[in-house]
């Protein structure tokens, strides 16, 4: 996966920035610092402290410094890490421009403030070797350009509707096991995912990015493979409104 090449290819819809070509790193990064992080200020539920955040924002910026001078190397790192690490800083920059904005109702209260701005995804905050980036670049032109459609139960954006924040950081060698704990636990997430023997009203992040779930299969078969409650080949599938409001404990 040729990881260096997606930020040249940044698109108008989520930044009109040139990327340059940067420095990538032999050696993939521990994510402990993160973790310790995440168990301390995410419960169970996936639901975040973000006043504790704030009195560990030290140890946050020090674990974002770490991420923006270490960059995936797609000749060294595996697939699996190249994963885990942009997974985690979306999660963890995610963190970091909530409580820079701390307190809000919704993430989406957030205003870019920039001409030419249109969305909190799209300012550009993320400085990683040297490049500046927005967490649409890092959903959307690099996380979604590698083919694992789990990656919409790992990412968090700080809402009530979204996939919970893991109390852990996403690993290589734990990858495939902790995105299939999320697939699962999200789609039988009634709060985020009501299916029945009858019905079967489903998260707005199926609709908004189907194209993702059905590249192999249909999103019915897709759901299906997760999902407890089967939804059988004559229920309609509908999609339910999406709460913004902040996923604060």
Excluded at 220 to 247: G, H, P, V
Aim: aromatic share 12%.
């Amino acid at each position: 996966m040729r990881i260096l090449l997606l930020l040249f290819v940044l698109t108008g819809i989520t930044s009109c920035r040139t990327i340059k070509p940067v420095e990538s790193t032999s050696t993939p990064v521990s994510h402990d610092a993160w973790t310790a992080l995440l168990q301390k200020h995410v419960n169970a539920k996936g639901f975040v402290n973000y006043q504790g955040f704030i009195a560990d924002s030290v140890q946050l910026n020090a674990y974002l410094e770490t991420l923006s001078t270490h960059y995936p190397n797609p000749e060294t790192w595996s697939r699996n890490e190249v994963l885990a690490y942009w997974i985690n800083a979306y999660n963890a920059y995610t963190i970091q421009l909530v409580i820079r904005h701390y307190p809000v109702l919704s993430i989406k209260d957030i205003k870019p403030g920039i001409g030419f701005i249109n969305s909190v995804w799209d300012i550009p905050f993320i400085t990683i070797e040297g490049q500046t980036l927005d967490l649409n670049n890092i959903e959307h032109n690099i996380l979604r350009k590698m083919d694992e459609p789990r990656i919409h139960f790992a990412v968090n954006c700080a809402s009530y509707s979204c996939p919970k924040l893991r109390n852990e950081a996403y690993t290589a060698n734990r990858l495939d096991a902790q995105l299939e704990d999320a697939a699962i636990q999200f789609i039988n997430d009634p709060s985020r995912n009501l299916i029945t023997t009858s019905s079967a009203s489903v998260s707005s992040i199926f609709n908004w990015f189907t194209g993702d779930f059905t590249k192999n299969q249909s999103l019915r078969d897709f759901l299906n493979t997760y999902s407890r409650q089967k939804i059988a080949d004559d229920t309609e599938i509908n999609f339910m409104a999406y709460n913004w409001f902040l996923n604060e404990q």
